[in-house]
């Protein structure tokens, strides 16, 4: 019996391999996410830390630190608020890549279907084929029967 061969599997691998190349995209900006996410909560924490250590002064030590506070909170904020940028820029990548993902999931799967409509296509030409085999073997089996009977 005859193997199945289909003309468009190349190109069904190469989208497989395209969209496993998309997930690990996907997955670092999604790392790269976790890390800027955390790096805004230790600088709130770190402005909570001043705060705390700040209320804990005495009212003529408090003057001196607050003129320091103040310009260490503005800094943090600034900071904060590049890091917030960044993280809409990798949200929009990301979601930009997901919708790529998207894509290719259904440029694979439609290519799925026709490679199993061709195979199911492929298996009943193969069974009728296969049919005319036995049916050409039947017969000329039963005309040389046939014909040494006579």
Known sequence: MARF??????????RQKEEQGLRSGL???????????????????????AIDELSEKQPTERVSAQQFFMKFSQ????????????LATV??????????????????KALEKLR???????????GHKEQQLIDEYTSNKFGTVITAQA
């Open 91 to 108: 949200e929009k990548q990301r979601k930009k890549k997901m919708d790529e993902l998207l894509e290719k999931r259904q440029s694979i």
């Open 116 to 126: 199993a409509k061709a195979k199911e296509e492929f298996l009943i030409e193969s």
């Open 75 to 86: 800094y943090s904020e600034n900071e904060v608020n590049i890091i917030k940028t960044e």
């Open 5 to 14: 061969v289909w003309r468009l599997q190349r190109v069904l691998d190469i």
């Open 27 to 49: 997955m670092a900006l999604g790392e790269r996410m976790v890390i800027l996410r955390q790096e805004i909560m230790v600088i709130r924490t770190r402005i909570r830390t």
